[in-house]
């Protein structure tokens, strides 16, 4: 079964500042999507950026960006220039490709990391 | 709608009582899903539909656990004999179609509290 493990439960950042947010993964799939989404106190899960993992090159999306590292696992978000806004819940999240012999597709999350930016 | 909407936003009810969570997705989304989130974790899969038909059910804890979605759109999530154990926020989400490559959007969550 896939797993999905976030190592800090919290993290803070200036605001202006950059910080990066770790997410490792367990899986025997060769085709999967990763993602990161971030929950305000809202609850709504809203798609921050998402990686297709047969593509070497990173995702990138304005302030936010990924280092993929596959054979490591690896999935870091960084967060460049740090606004009041990013304060919230960063969930990093698997869903495997059913078209490639992978899981029915479904999104498999982590625990989750606080993200509190400092003014 | 613009979004996937929820009701209620919140409920409250005794231990035992039954329970309808209702999603209505985005329009035009052939897949919808039901998550739960208890506090402190990520979000758990419960099930997914594809059309009418649920395609994976695997997420369902037990047989108190149950979803429809008759029409193709509105689902309902229904949970009978309600334990104190159920109180989490229940996340329901869609996406254009069932594949891995299809963006998931979700609501804002239906916050049950089991007393």
């Known amino acids: 079964a896939q797993t999905v493990t976030q190592s800090q439960p919290e993290m803070s950042v200036q605001e202006a500042e950059t910080v990066t947010l770790s997410c490792t993964y367990d899986?025997?799939?060769?085709?999967?999507?990763l993602f990161w989404y971030k929950q305000p106190p809202s609850r709504q899960m809203i798609l921050v950026i998402r990686?297709?993992?047969?593509?070497?090159q990173n995702a990138t999306e304005n302030r936010f960006s990924v280092n993929f590292q596959k054979a490591a696992k690896s999935f870091s978000l960084k967060i460049s220039d740090s606004q009041l806004g990013d304060a919230a819940m960063y969930f990093c999240?698997?869903?495997?490709?059913?078209?490639?012999?992978?899981?029915?597709?479904?999104?498999?999350f982590g625990k989750g990391t606080k993200l509190s930016v400092k003014p | 709608g613009a979004g996937v909407s929820q009701t209620p936003s919140n409920k409250v009810t005794e231990k035992g009582k039954y329970v309808e969570l209702r999603c209505d997705p985005i329009?035009?989304?052939?897949?919808l899903y039901w998550y739960r989130q208890s506090l402190g974790q990520g979000p758990e899969f419960l099930i997914y539909?594809?059309?009418?038909?649920?395609?994976?059910d695997s997420g369902l804890p037990n047989d108190r656990f149950f979803a429809v979605r008759p029409e193709g759109s509105v689902s309902t999530l229904k949970i009978q004999r309600t334990e104190r154990g159920d109180s989490a926020v229940y996340l329901c989400?869609?996406?254009?179609?069932?594949?891995?490559?299809?963006?998931?959007?979700f609501g804002e969550g239906s916050w049950l509290t089991v007393v």
């Open positions: 989400a869609s996406s254009l179609r069932g594949g891995s490559g299809n963006t998931i959007y």
């Open positions: 899986t025997s799939e060769s085709d999967y999507y």
């Open positions: 990686q297709e993992a047969y593509k070497q």
């Open positions: 999240a698997y869903r495997g490709d059913p078209n490639y012999g992978g899981s029915q597709g479904n999104l498999i």
């Open positions: 329009s035009g989304h052939t897949a």
């Open positions: 539909f594809q059309g009418t038909g649920a395609a994976d």
